[in-house]
C-alpha cells in the first residue's frame, strides 16, 4: 500500500524557536491530511487538519502547508514551548467519510528545551 | 479527556489467557477503530465499525476479535497471544459531522 512518511525522526529546538516537521505522501488521490500530537502515555491529540483544495491553514501557534505538487506536508509550530515536546504524526484519510481511517507517518520527535 | 475512554490503562497477559480490552465514547459518533502501535512503527488500523458494523478487518489474526454492540461501545477480545502482539493498543472514533478522529489513550498490553 501506499505509505505516508516522515522525513526526520528527531527535531530539537530552543525554546522560543520556531519548529518545523516535514512529511511526504505518496498517494496523489488523497484529499484530507491531519496532524496528531502524542505525549508520553497518551493517545494521539488532533493539532490541525487540511484539505486538497487548500495549501494553507493556521491555527493557534500552528500552520499547515500543503505542496500537492511534490505531495508534501509539513507543520510550523510558533514559538516552541517545552510543553510542545512529544511525537508528532501526519496522517492521510484513506477512508472517505470514514475520517478515523487513517494511514500514518512514523513519527518526529521533538524536543523543546528551555 | 477526549471523550474516548479505554480501559485498561496497562494489561498483562500470559500466552493463553483470554483478555478484553474495552472502549467507550462519549461523543456521539457512528464510527470506532481499533489501531495498534508497537514500538518504532507508525500507527496500523487493525478494524473499523460504522454503525455497529464491521467495515474494514486489515487483515488482522483472528487471535483478535473486535466486538461492536453499539454506537458507543467498542471491545477487542485477545485470545492466544504471542509476544510480538506487545504493543499500545488505541481506540478512536469519529463522527459525521466533524471530520477529526479522536483517540483514547490507549491499552498497553504486554504478552508474556
Known amino acids: 500500500g501506499e505509505n505516508v512518511g516522515l522525513h526526520l525522526p528527531t527535531l530539537s529546538v530552543q525554546e522560543g524557536d520556531n519548529s518545523i516537521i516535514n512529511c511526504a505522501y505518496s498517494?496523489?488521490?488523497?484529499?484530507?491530511f491531519i496532524w496528531y500530537k502524542q505525549e508520553s502515555g497518551k493517545g494521539p491529540q488532533f493539532i490541525i487538519d487540511?484539505?486538497?483544495?487548500?495549501d494553507k491553514r493556521q491555527g493557534q501557534r500552528v500552520t499547515v502547508l500543503l505542496n500537492k505538487t511534490v505531495k508534501h506536508l509539513s507543520l510550523q509550530i510558533a514559538a516552541t514551548q517545552p510543553g510542545d515536546s512529544a511525537v508528532y504524526f501526519c496522517a492521510e484519510n484513506i477512508g472517505g467519510t470514514s475520517y478515523g481511517k487513517l494511514t500514518f507517518g512514523q513519527g518526529t520527535i521533538l524536543t523543546v528545551h528551555p | 479527556e477526549t471523550g474516548v475512554t479505554q480501559t485498561p490503562r496497562h494489561l498483562v497477559m500470559g500466552m493463553t489467557n483470554k483478555k478484553s480490552l474495552k472502549c467507550e465514547q462519549h461523543l456521539g459518533h457512528n464510527a470506532m477503530y481499533w489501531y495498534k502501535q508497537s514500538a518504532k512503527k507508525p500507527l496500523e488500523l487493525m478494524f473499523v465499525?460504522?454503525?455497529?458494523?464491521?467495515?474494514e478487518n486489515n487483515s488482522v489474526p483472528s487471535r483478535f476479535s473486535p466486538e461492536c454492540p453499539n454506537s458507543s461501545h467498542l471491545f477487542l477480545h485477545l485470545h492466544t497471544l504471542q509476544p510480538e502482539d506487545s504493543a499500545l493498543y488505541l481506540c478512536?472514533?469519529?463522527?459525521?459531522?466533524?471530520?477529526?478522529?479522536?483517540f483514547g489513550q490507549g491499552t498497553r498490553l504486554t504478552v508474556v
Open positions: 487540511i484539505r486538497s483544495n487548500m
Open positions: 465499525y460504522n454503525f455497529k458494523e464491521q467495515t
Open positions: 478512536a472514533s469519529s463522527g459525521e459531522m466533524n471530520t477529526e478522529a479522536f
Open positions: 498517494n496523489s488521490a488523497s484529499d484530507y
